[in-house]
């Protein structure tokens, strides 16, 4: 039988040791999950190349299809990957007591949102960064030049935390299996009316209206604008900083770890 | 602690003595649960202080949490994460932990290595739930019902590395609803009971306090119980419960036994048997509760 010395030595591993490690946890679980990655990458994939003829099916405006449908696909893949995943993982987490016994261990709880934040941000890097190559292969031009990508970066990171907090929102109140549907229900109504893909002057103005305060349009809107002008509106800037406080101050006030 | 009406623990007071194994034994329900949580920190109490190595669990959870291992009743693990990937991240938020390895051969859990979590039978579950509660090498565990559906050869393995940690001076407290488990394992027990504590003490005094031990033999039929009182004095009580059959109640010791086989030898009666009944934790429990475990 092995020795062990069991006798006592506590002690916590540095923060960043910490952080790393839950990341990496939180990563290693997102590759096996075939479906979560499915919808992180392959839907925007897919709609990236399917849309490029989108415009005989549904009119994006004037302009290239590429050019409108490139800024969209990346508003999408961060909707995913910081909302509806997040959401669906962590909501299991809850209800597998992983959250509790995490909550027991010397992993701080900012040091959990911390891990959960940086396995988001990477799983964004790649996708922005696969979906990106694809769009120039296709023939994707943005005219923003580097203060347009400068732009998409803040809107990106304002985007997640938007998201990122409304996914927490659900998946810390409601019981796993209501948080996979309304998580994914919202993923695709988002998809289809909430003017991530489609221009927001496509809309009617009364539609428009209300999109334009979403963070749905709001992301999707900027990035649209960064990459043609170098520069999004104040509007969906202004937007995505109010839901990330609201989301934030709410998912704060409402998590259960249990 | 309350759960909207239901008090679940109430006016409990007990103090644990660092490295001795204590027992918080108690039925289904008893509040036990609710006691170990209060003192992990996953609940505050409504009334009354809860102190862990001198800490409150609540508001000094960042400096307790490294010093405490925590092994839940159920669950805690992802349910696709194979056992060695998760002790070995739990291992990782840990400065000096164990080897993980070792710990997962030395618990038995090395031929379930890559099964996901979810298809583990409850014993394996179990056994990495307190796997994930030694590996940070802490100073006090909080041990959940650790056996509860074991095979018997996976609960002695429970049991012995619990005497291990006692001997290289961790603290543990454990909640069952085992009387051998409470017997075998812990120095002290706290028998719960609808959230208090009724009995507390060694298991040994635990069933020697108003102890009913008593003496059974058989020997010829219509001996002098009256002669034999007298004998054994002290207020030893003898009944001939059936033709043959007698009982003695009283202090049981080596003294009483020799002199019921003396007073019979002088009889000339020759003893067919002789029987030494113990009450044990389980009759002890009974007396307190009325209630049965199970």
Wanted: charged share 20%; proline share 5%; hydrophobic share 50%.
């Amino acid at each position: 039988m092995t020795h062990l010395d069991l006798s006592p030595r506590p002690g916590a591993a540095s923060d960043g040791a910490m952080v790393r490690a839950q990341a990496l946890m939180e990563l290693r679980l997102l590759a096996r999950n075939g479906e979560q990655l499915g919808i992180t990458l392959v839907v925007p994939l897919l709609l990236l190349v399917a849309g490029t003829k989108a415009g005989s099916i549904v009119d994006l405006g004037e302009g290239r299809p590429i050019d409108i449908l490139a800024p969209g696909v990346l508003a999408l893949a961060v909707l995913s990957a910081s909302f509806t995943s997040l959401a669906i993982a962590t909501g299991f987490e809850r209800r597998y007591g992983v959250l509790k016994r995490l909550g027991a261990s010397p992993l701080p709880r900012w040091g959990l949102l911390a891990g959960k934040t940086l396995a988001v941000v990477v799983v964004e890097v790649v996708q922005v960064a696969v979906l990106a190559a694809v769009a120039f292969a296709l023939g994707w031009q943005p005219d923003g030049g580097v203060s347009g990508w400068l732009w998409a970066a803040v809107l990106l990171v304002l985007g997640t935390t938007a998201f990122g907090s409304l996914g927490l929102l659900i998946a810390g109140s409601l019981r796993a299996e209501a948080t996979l549907a309304v998580a994914n229900l919202v993923y695709v109504l988002l998809l289809v009316g909430g003017g991530v893909l489609v221009p927001l002057e496509r809309y009617p103005d009364g539609a428009r209206a209300v999109l334009e305060l979403l963070p749905s349009g709001a992301l999707g809107q900027g990035l649209r604008d960064a990459f043609a002008s170098g520069a999004p509106g104040l509007l969906p800037v202004l937007v995505l900083v109010v839901w990330s406080a609201v989301g934030a101050t709410a998912t704060a006030r409402t998590f259960r770890w249990e | 602690m309350r759960y909207g009406s239901t008090v679940a623990a109430d006016g409990l007071d007990l103090t644990v003595e660092r490295g001795t194994v204590t027992a918080i034994l108690g039925p289904n329900g008893a509040g036990k649960t609710t006691t170990i949580e209060t003192c992990e920190g996953y609940r505050s109490p409504q009334e009354g202080t809860v102190r862990v190595l001198g800490l409150d669990p609540v508001a000094d959870a960042r400096e307790l949490r490294p010093r405490v291992g925590v092994m839940l009743q159920s669950g805690g693990a992802w349910s696709g994460v194979r056992p060695p990937e998760m002790l070995r991240h739990v291992a990782s938020l840990h400065a000096h932990p164990l080897d993980p390895d070792a710990l997962i051969e030395r618990l038995g859990l090395d031929r379930s290595a890559r099964t996901p979590f979810r298809r583990l039978s409850g014993g394996q579950q179990q056994r990495l739930g307190l796997a994930m509660a030694v590996v940070g090498r802490p100073e006090l565990v909080f041990l959940d019902e650790p056996t509860a559906g074991l095979d018997p050869q996976a609960r002695r393995a429970t049991w012995d590395l619990v005497a291990e940690l006692r001997d290289a001076g961790v603290t543990v407290v454990l909640t069952t609803h085992y009387m051998d488990e409470a017997e075998a394992l812990s120095d002290v027990v706290h028998v719960v009971d609808a959230g208090r504590v009724i009995a507390s003490g060694s298991p040994a005094s635990l069933t020697a306090e108003g102890a009913r031990n008593t003496v059974r033999f058989t020997a010829s039929a219509g001996l002098d119980v009256a002669d034999l009182m007298d004998a054994l004095g002290h207020g030893t009580k003898v009944e001939e419960i059936e033709p043959g059959s007698y009982v003695v109640a009283g202090d049981v010791d080596p003294a009483l036994v020799a002199g019921v086989t003396a007073w019979c030898a002088r009889q000339g009666v020759l003893v067919q048997s002789v029987m030494v009944e113990r009450q044990t934790l389980e009759d002890r429990f009974l007396d307190l509760t009325g209630r049965s475990l199970r």
